[in-house]
């Protein structure tokens, strides 16, 4: 007797993103046939927003019940329960994921309000209070900020929330926020060209990891020593010492171990993604590719963000193996996908990529990705972007 899978959380979200993939893709392919006096660009970016608008609907719903609930407690900070703070920290997650889909954009402004809702409760909190939970609430809110921004592209600012989540988190005697918040900080230093900074955050994000008995700490801890370490070109040992406690302290991480929320992002196919990162800048595009091919199909499909930045990894370990014509259809799917995302970082990876493109900028491939860049990208000046830097 067959038994059927139970429509447990897990399943109706995988089954809701399969569907929302499918009508995206509908709807892509039925504005590729309009007719050429049809402005197809903006009218695909109207119907992606409308739908992105659509998918976050729930969410948003949930953040304004619990900003009403906030406000109640705002005007007396001695009604902060556990379930205020549960609620909160749903609002977390979820702004987390939507993040990761509809890009940064879209989950700032939930966030801040919901930081300075805390922070008010927090300056006004009676003694009997759970103030260190709330702290703790806080201090993940404040690093949140400090990702989104970091994906605008604003890593001035990101830096700035991510020292404030630090020390609210140490005030909150949280360790393996601590940790977090400090691989966070690496991944932000080695990203802006100071490979050394990012190698001090990972070293101090090891450290506390090992105080707190989570794989994952310790896995991304050494992911982010990874990152730092290949970037500096003295430090290249280091990087193969962090790339094996990676892949031990992943290999650790059970299938039925529950994750925080803040730690739903790694797994094996993340480390994978940081193999084929670092194998291309060692100068290793076959390694780099088969890794990225190994992550992908081990990507949540709801994880967007992952899979794009996984792909533009395969993408380039294929120019780099000297087919650059071969790597414009991935590029053309990584446009496609993020038509609704507003993440600088993930434009500045395409923009590289058409750099890297610039000996074949002759080709019908090359030719045609840039015709299809001009209908998927925003901003619209994403070609003469191109130009300026090469």
Not at 20 to 31: D, I, S
Not at 149 to 156: K, Q, V
Not at 191 to 202: E, F, K, N, S
Not at 342 to 350: K, L, Y
Request: proline content about 5%; hydrophobic content about 45%.
């Amino acid at each position: 007797m067959t038994v059927e899978p139970q429509a447990g959380p897990g399943l109706r979200a995988n089954d809701e993103n399969a569907r929302a993939g499918e009508l995206a893709q509908a709807v892509t392919m039925w504005g590729e046939r309009l007719g050429a006096d049809v402005d197809r660009r903006a009218l695909l970016f109207q119907l992606s927003g409308a739908f992105a608008l659509a998918d976050a609907a729930p969410v948003f719903e949930r953040i304004s019940d619990d900003q009403q609930r906030l406000a109640r407690v705002l005007d007396d900070p001695s009604r902060l329960d556990a379930a205020t703070l549960d609620r909160a920290e749903t609002v977390i997650a979820d702004c987390r994921r939507h993040g990761d889909v509809l890009g940064p954009a879209a989950a700032l402004q939930c966030v801040m309000a919901e930081r300075d809702v805390l922070a008010a409760i927090l300056r006004s909190l009676p003694p009997a209070a759970p103030a260190r939970r709330a702290r703790s609430v806080y201090a993940e809110l404040t690093q949140l900020a400090g990702w989104l921004l970091f994906n605008l592209g604003d890593y001035r600012t990101a830096s700035h929330y991510y020292d404030e989540a630090r020390a609210a988190a140490h005030a909150a005697q949280d360790t393996d926020l601590v940790t977090y918040v400090l691989c966070t900080m690496s991944h932000l230093a080695t990203w802006t060209g100071q490979p050394r900074v990012g190698i001090d955050h990972a070293v101090a994000a090891q450290t506390w990891a090992r105080r707190t008995g989570n794989p994952r700490a310790v896995a991304y801890a050494a992911d982010v020593a990874v990152r730092a370490y290949v970037h500096d070109d003295d430090q290249h040992s280091g990087c193969d010492e962090a790339l094996a406690l990676e892949h031990a302290a992943t290999a650790t991480i059970r299938d039925d171990d529950p994750a925080a929320d803040r730690w739903y992002f790694f797994d094996e196919s993340f480390r994978l993604g940081t193999e084929a990162e670092a194998s291309l800048l060692l100068g290793r595009p076959a390694a780099a590719l088969d890794a990225a091919s190994r992550s992908l199909p081990l990507i949540n499909p709801t994880n967007l963000h992952n899979r794009v930045m996984t792909q533009t990894m395969q993408a380039e370990a294929i120019i780099h193996q000297g087919d650059g014509p071969a790597a414009c259809p991935h590029i053309v799917e990584i446009a496609k996908l993020t038509m609704a995302n507003s993440s600088g970082r993930i434009n500045d990876r395409i923009v590289h990529l058409r750099q890297a493109l610039e000996p074949w900028k002759r080709t019908a491939a090359v030719r045609d990705l840039d015709e299809q860049l001009r209908l998927y990208r925003r901003p619209a000046e994403l070609l003469s972007e191109i130009t300026n830097r090469s």
